[in-house]
């Protein structure tokens, strides 16, 4: 018995040792009669204070989390009899109806229009762009430019939208067709 207690405490106390001296502990006597602590290996940055982070840079949390996407991108279509988008509905949805929707195509206009449907719906172009909008571009672009006034629906316009649900949504006009009147569009909803 006593053969295999004098392995297995070696090697605990090697363990102890190595573990406690790569991650600060183990004898510190140097330090106090020199006044001075020993160098670590790797370096932490420096906060506003000047002092080092109490929590390793990849452990913290970032600073503003990912917006999270309710529904992805999605195509949709609106055509006369399915002409009100519902962005809250789960997908996104053209219906017969007004009930819950936040944009209305008109199609007495070439090309068509998109107009709020609903109190709290509103609507903010976007500038011509290859990329699709964030959820911070398009809460800035309806702080500055939201309204519920009706906009066009040529295709490449981009539009950011407000839910009724408080929801924020970019959509963008993909297809529209003067001859058979409908929309075609892609839509994301962020929570």
């Known amino acids: 018995m006593v053969g295999i207690v004098i392995p297995v405490v070696g090697i605990a106390v090697t363990i102890w040792v190595a573990v406690g001296l790569s991650f600060g502990g ?32 990849w452990a913290s949390p970032p600073a503003e989390a990912p917006p999270e996407v309710r529904i992805g991108s999605v195509e949709l279509v609106l055509e006369p009899g399915l002409q009100y988008l519902d962005l809250d509905a789960g997908p996104p949805m053209a219906t017969p109806s007004a009930a819950g929707a936040e944009l209305v195509a008109l199609f007495d206009a070439r090309p068509p229009s998109l107009a709020t449907e609903g109190p709290t719906a509103r609507v903010a172009r976007l500038p011509q762009g290859a990329r699709a909008a964030t959820p911070a571009e398009c809460r800035a672009a309806l702080a500055k430019y939201g309204s519920s006034q009706a906009v066009a ?18 959509v963008e006009i993909v297809l529209g067709v003067p001859v058979e009147p409908h929309v075609r569009m892609k839509a994301t909803v962020w929570k």
């Not at 140097?30 to 390793?56: C, I, K």
């Not at 629906?153 to 970019?170: F, M, N, P, Q, S």
């Open 26 to 57: 183990g004898d510190r006597s140097d330090e106090a009669a020199t006044g001075s602590a020993r160098s670590p290996s790797r370096t932490l940055p420096a906060t506003a204070g000047g002092s080092a982070p109490d929590v390793p840079p």
């Open 153 to 170: 629906a040529a295709v490449g316009t981009r539009y950011c939208v407000a839910t009724d649900e408080g929801h924020v949504a970019y």
